[in-house]
């Protein structure tokens, strides 16, 4: 159940590390979205973390 839910997570973290990318490039810093995108990815990085430690924590 964690391995799936670590796996999607991760999954997650490089789709929007790579919409962020391409917003960068494209919209040339013009708005927001490289910017939510990687903010986006921050979250999701926290709640990788949070999924660890409660992973650890109940094995």
Same mark, same amino acid.
């Given at each position: 159940?964690?391995? +799936? *839910?670590? %796996? +999607? !997570? =991760?999954?997650?973290? @490089?789709?929007? $590390?790579?919409? /962020?990318?391409?917003? $960068?490039? #494209?919209? &040339?810093? #013009?708005?927001? &979205?490289?910017? %939510?995108? $990687?903010?986006?990815? !921050?979250? $999701?990085? !926290? *709640? *990788?973390?949070? %999924? @660890?430690?409660? /992973?650890? =924590?109940? &094995?």
């Amino acid at each position: 159940m964690f391995d +799936l *839910l670590v %796996i +999607l !997570v =991760m999954l997650g973290i @490089l789709v929007s $590390l790579a919409f /962020g990318l391409y917003f $960068l490039v #494209k919209d &040339r810093g #013009k708005t927001n &979205r490289a910017v %939510i995108s $990687l903010s986006i990815r !921050v979250g $999701l990085a !926290v *709640l *990788l973390l949070i %999924i @660890l430690a409660f /992973g650890f =924590m109940t &094995r």
